[in-house]
């Protein structure tokens, strides 16, 4: 071949070269699957029913213990459980930090690849270890506000992984309750209407990334922290530690219920798998068997 052809050649080879991969992370905090499962049913969560419709999901997943915000998170984006990153405390102590483990921040930042995150609470902060993320923003407003954040670092950014946190139902859970299933105390409807508006939140999200994506290579994670009973959550009973997991994107092979055990730590190991990484020796945290493989392009039914 000579050498003109091959010139012609290289440019459309790299055209026709998969874009690279991206992953966006979303919690929705104080997120309790019973209330979730109830809405859904209900038609008022066509956000969240609709990554439902087109990827798997349980609401089955565990946290950890403390089902608590912030270890809870930090095990949600190190793979790692308390005993191993070391987070035991649910307050804003900058002192405390930096943290001492990798999050999937600094090990895709090690790849070359471009990290955000857009939080609702200063403590989550913990995790913007020096380096690791391209833009680390607070917005403490309702659930529009940090979708309009995380869709504005989406479009200066282009992050190839993105962690969204919307804070606004664990503030009503904590106000006006979360509910109790055993005393037969349905969830307030405060609570309901900070889901919803989450979802709504969830609903602008979702636009900005299909408008934007890479096609072939997106996947989106939801989930949570911990929920909830009565107007408080930490504890070990199952309405707090159980909590929702929800993939769906081009990466995401299968379609329905999952069938296998998933845990919060789970969610790190999933983007990174998702993002080409391998998974860092010692986490806690092992790739949901959700993700296509390379080549594959038909949705299975979830095993």
Known sequence: MGVLALC????AVAAQRAPSPRVIVVSLDGAKPAVLKDLVQRGRLPALKGMMDSGCWTWEAR???PSSTLPSHISMLTGLSPEGHGVTWNSDRPEKGPLKVETIFSVAKKEGLRTAMVVGKPKLRLLDKPGTLDDDVLEEGDARAVARAARQVLRLKNPDLLFVHFGQADEAGHDWGWGDERAGTPSSPQYQKALEACDRGLGMLRREIEGKRRRGNTLIILTADHG???????GDDPQETTIPWIACGDLVALRGELKVPVKTTDTAATALAALGIPVPSGWAGT????LRPPGANALRPAA
Do not use: E, F, R
């Open 63 to 65: 946290t950890i213990l």
């Open 287 to 290: 790739p949901v068997p959700c």
């Open 8 to 11: 012609t050649l290289i440019p």
């Open 228 to 234: 909830g009973v009565g107007k408080n959550h930490g």
